[in-house]
């Protein structure tokens, strides 16, 4: 599965309780992961051939593609990542080759380390978050990352609730060295442009994201691709003139 790809733009409403409305643009969808996150399942930790992906609605399923149930609760949901964190300690060892797993290690930290610190719970959250995204920079950071490790790491640079691990400098010089045709790139490269002093460009970056969508029928509800992404443009329109004032 490819993590860097999992479609921030087209969540819907049947996640249990909805998608989290509160925060604007990609902010707000990215913590539908960390609210809506994997209830543990026994078959998980079976060794035999395993594998672990995340789909559209952020649900896990099983290497047969059994869906597992998702959990509103962030206790269970920290529970579940770190037996997940323990899983792939275990896949790690038996299968030292598959360069998958230390991925969904990294990432199963990182949402450890937001859980946490959503709960105010910051000394815990510091370490988990630290490694998780440890491991993705250094990822990023190889000469031939791909762009799904790139955009990766920059998300997690850019809007992991362990705000001191954040750096919006370094997460817009992954996204400039990202494919000019990577899917997302222009919402990532947006945030990252944003983060880092440049609302115009960043309103550039989301309408060009824009433009590439199905224009909206006449009658009908935008979709959710569409409304997030304007929310986003909202947001960096207000500051770009904000900043010329």
Known sequence: ADLGAVALREVDDHLPGGAQRDRAGLEG??????????????????????????????ALHAADGTPIMLTDSREAAIANYKQSVILFDRLIKGE???SLHPVHRAEALTRIGDLLALTGRMPEALPAAREGL?????????????DSQLMEASRWLMLTEVKSLRDPKRALAFMLRTSPKADYRDEFLAEALFQTGDPAGAVAAVDRLIATLKPTPPGEKPSRARM???ESRAKYTAAAA???K
């Open 96 to 98: 030292p080759s598959n």
């Open 228 to 230: 997030g992404l304007e």
């Open 242 to 244: 904000a900043a010329k």
């Open 29 to 58: 969808r990215l913590l539908v992961g960390v609210e809506r996150p994997v209830l543990a399942h026994d078959r998980l930790l079976r060794l035999e051939r395993l594998e672990v992906q995340v789909d559209l609605d952020l």
């Open 134 to 146: 440890a491991h993705m920079v250094k990822e990023a950071e190889r000469p031939g990352a791909s």
